[in-house]
């Protein structure tokens, strides 16, 4: 069955960098766009991110443009979000999600990001 | 980007349906046909309960339906059971090349 793990989260100072990965299997990855969504805690989802299924294009939120980068490796069944200059407002629940029909398919479990001092 | 708009919360009696609005504009909810509906359980990841309006992915109840008029979609949940307590939130594609989502709701099963 279709399986989304997420890594790298862990408490980074604000202003610092950090580099989420998901890896996937069960489906076949490089046919499918995916996203990055989060979740502060205790808030509701927010849509962070989005790559094509080739890598060809991505899509960003007004919030995360020209801090975050999202990528993806097709040949390691990897996608990755790299996060820069982050800040407070950025502690959340890091979610792989999975695109299917412009809709989120398939949730990965989360990674929790925290910035502070 | 604002958020689209859904009720904090709603309730029902077992058995009973309840429906959940969630409005936008027409650069987003009204625009396109890719609104989805979203039910998480505390402390999980969410899951797909439908997707372009009105399918149901493989698995969910058909007593999950979505619709939608204008600007604004729905979420209807009939024969409510105690396991459909759980916050539900919308989300749609937009012009502007992003995804949006409402607020969230939260459903108590009286």
């Known amino acids: 069955q279709e399986q989304l793990v997420e890594s790298g989260g862990g408490v980074v100072q604000p202003g610092g960098s950090v580099r989420l990965s998901c890896t996937a299997s069960g489906f076949t990855f490089n046919n499918y766009g995916m996203h990055w969504v989060r979740q502060a805690p205790g808030k509701g989802l927010d849509w962070v991110a989005y790559v094509a299924f080739d890598g060809s294009y991505q899509y960003y939120a007004d919030s995360v443009k020209g801090r975050f980068t999202i990528s993806r490796d097709n040949s390691k069944n990897t996608l990755y979000l790299q996060m820069n200059s982050l800040r407070a407002e950025d502690t959340a629940v890091y979610y792989c999600v999975k695109d299917s029909h412009w809709s989120f398919d398939y949730w990965g479990q989360g990674t929790l990001v925290t910035v502070s001092s | 980007q604002s958020a689209l708009t859904q009720p904090a919360s709603v309730s029902g009696s077992p058995g009973q349906s309840i429906t959940i609005s969630c409005t936008g504009t027409?650069?987003?909810?009204?625009?396109?046909?890719?609104v989805s509906w979203y039910q998480q359980h505390p402390g999980k990841a969410p899951k797909l309960m439908t997707y372009e309006v009105i399918n149901r992915p493989s698995g969910v109840s058909n007593r999950f339906s979505g619709s939608k008029s204008g600007n604004t979609a729905s979420l209807t949940i009939s024969g409510l059971q105690a396991e459909d307590e759980a916050d539900y939130y919308c989300s749609s594609f937009t012009s502007f090349k992003n995804w949006v989502f409402g607020g969230g709701t939260k459903l108590t099963v009286l």
């Open positions: 027409s650069s987003d909810v009204g625009g396109y046909d890719h």
